[in-house]
Each structure stands twice: as C-alpha cells, then as structure tokens.
C-alpha cells in the first residue's frame, strides 16, 4: 500500500512538470507571435495542470481542413507570376498583384463586379430571380440564414430549384445560424435541400471550436455568377427594418472567370464539412472573359489561410500615395494594420475611416473609441455614419484599387473567422467604391469628442480594448 500510494505521490508530482514542458515545446514550435507563446508559456508553468488543460482546449489549433491536399493539387505549377495581358495595370497595381498572387496563389482573373448599395431590397431579389433561373447548381454559404420572412422566400426558391433537378448546396454556420434550435437549417432538410452547419457539434470536446465562425456569404448560381459582400439572410436588412434593429449594407454581384475561385472556395468548406468532393463542369464550367476588370478571391481563415487577407491589406496600405477609404462596422485591428495606416498618414496620404455611430455591438463601440486615438492624433479621418447600423466592409486605395467582402477590420475577421473578399483592380469600379464610402460620412470623431465623459469613460472604453482578441 505504502508503495502503490509513492507511485502516485511521484505521479502527481512529476506530471504536472511534463505537462509544462509539454505546452512549452508546443508553443515555441507553433506560435509565431511572441506575446502569445510567452503568455501560454507562464500559464502553464504557474498552473501546470488547469494552464495545459486550457492550452489544449484553446490554444491548440485544431483545424486542419481536408480540402488542404485538394487546394494544392489545384495550385500545382502556380508558383512563377503569370503575365496580365488581359488589363493594363499601372506601376503601383503591378506591385500589388505581384504581392497578392505570392501570398495567396491566385492570379487575378477578368471579372465583372457590379455593387449593390441598398442592401437587402435590392440584392434579395435579384438573389432570389437567380435562384428560380438556375439550371444546373446552387451553392450558397451565408453566416446568418435566419427563418424569417426573407429566409422563408429562400427556404422556398431553393426547394423548388431542388425538384427541377438543381444541384443545390447550403452551407449555414454553426453559431450565425443558431446553435441549438437552427430553424432555417432544419426547414431546409425538410423540404429535401442538402444542407449542413459549419464546425456545429454537441460534442463538449470540440466545444473550442465554437470561437471559429464561417462569415462568408455565398450565392453561386451555375458556376457562372456569384452574390457576395456583407449581406446575411434575415429581414433585418430590409429598410422597413425598424431603424434602431435594422442593418444597412451592400452586396456585389460577381460574373466572369474570378465565379471559379469563389466556387473553389465553397468547394473546400463543403468538403471539410461534409466529406462530399464537389467536381466537373456542372460547378466548375467554362466561362467566356467579361470585360477588360481584374480580380482575385482572398480566402483567410485560422488554418493554413491565417494571415493571408491581412497581409495583403498591409501590402497595399504601403503602396498608397493618395488617398485610402475604409467603411467597416467592427474597426479594431492589431497594431500592425494600425501602424500601417497611422504612417500612410504621417506620409500625407488621406486616410478616411467610416465606422457605426453605434453599432449592434456596445462593448466593441467602447473598445473602438480607445482604440482610434492613435490613428486621430497621426491626422487619420474618423467618421461615424448615421443610423441604421451600416454592416458594409468597403475598401478603396488611390480610386484605383478595391477590397470588398465578409471580413470586418478587426482581430476575428482576420484571424479567427473564415472569410472571402475580393480585391477588384479597376478604376471606374474603385470610384464608385469610394463614392458609397464617402456617402456614409456622417459626423467626425476628434480628441474632444473621445475626451467627453473624462476618467470613467475612458477606464472603460480601456478596459473593453483588452477583449480585442475575441471582439
């Protein structure tokens, strides 16, 4: 007994140790961000049983997609910079696109973007005729697909594009479309659409994985068209919203040879989710050029996509000589977007920020109001716009360069959610960008306003920048 009870005295004492050294070894190897392996590190060596317990629920990133061997077999011979004979790009647009086919393997195909500035009213429409006029395959990915009344003409297009003999594919995520009850995702299935929610498990060992969201939002109708941007699926995007529920954005509709990027892109979510391998010309058909536009799918995500959207944005932010405009509903990125904006400032470039007066969102309005002082105080342009809420994520680089998508200027669109956007080179397509940027200013935010409250308001707005990583 004597013996049985030194085994586990020495058990007890020595696991803990090899618990720590265990975190350590994994952090130093897999963690690029110094504070990030130094702070999971001091956890596990203060607390090594309760700190390498959390370290392998959060800290450990498990998402390894299958579509991985899939998306390098179809980048295969991709790595020498093909030749753009198909637009002319001035010398600032070449270095963009040398920069962004190297980080994210794409070249930038002919494209035709066409935007949607009224949200819901004009784009569910024109979704929801594409739906009735497909004849062959629908893949749709929405974060939100609510059961309301919008979701029900969805619900109800689908369906009936899934008894004419349409391929159709939903794609729902697990949160965004409601964890427990997903009432759009269960009418779907009923009414035999193939549907399925994105990293959803009861599972109490994959409940990490509730932090990681798929914010995309998808509509490809035959392979040859795409709607895209920042629109979900619910009525509160209709303007007969009531305005302190209602959401404004803007969508985009995509035609051209960039439709098979998106579709690629769907085609590795799907899979990852459900294991089906989505193949052939019935999704993947050939497409004749549209005219002289150019544009690349950005994929990010928390797998071997990590980093990608983000260091493009810094990509181009360092190429700006003229002006740079951003609207966004969630603005807190890290330090090094922030940099980079702060010193196109300081550069005389003119930096203009459009953000939510009031967002749906409280704490990430406090946490916002701390986090722009750097960027006010370095000459940046800080704008609220009025109500309703304005869920559009726009971009715009010297009228001539557009980013446009899912993803929000903050640390979870950029490391933790699995997004898609666009980067349109383009001109006339730019300036209409701009344009809907510039539409939304509203009021400016200087050092006076921010200052208002005095010492409570600031502790506050302070202590909600600390949530930064998980806003």
Known sequence: MIALERIWFELLTVLPVLAAFAVTIHALMRKREVTTAAGWIALAWLSPLVGSALYVLFGVNRVQRRALRLRRATRAGRRELPELDHAPLDRMLRRVHRASFRITGHNAEPAEVIAIPLGGDAAYPKMIEAINQAERSIALASYIFRADSIGEQFIAALAAAKERGVETRVLIDGIGGGYFFAPAYRRLRRVGVEAARFLHSP?????????????????????????????????????????????????FHVAGPLVAQITENFREDWWFTTGERLEGPLWFPEISPPPDMLARAISSGPDHDIGKLELVMLSVLAQARGSIRIATPYFLPDEQLMNALALAALRGVAVDIVVPERSDQRIIDWAMREHVRPLIEAGCAIWAGAEPFDHSKLMTIDDSWSLIGSANWDVRSLRLNFELDLEVYDAGFAKEVARLIDKGKRKRFDRIALARGGLPVRLRDAAARLLLPYL
């Open 203 to 251: 599972l109490p060992w994959r409940m990490p994985f509730l932090n990681l969201r798929n914010h995309k939002k998808l509509l490809i109708i035959d392979g040859k068209e795409c709607f895209t941007g920042g629109l979900n699926i619910g009525a509160e995007n209709l303007a007969s919203a009531p305005p302190k529920r209602g959401v404004r954005d803007t969508h």
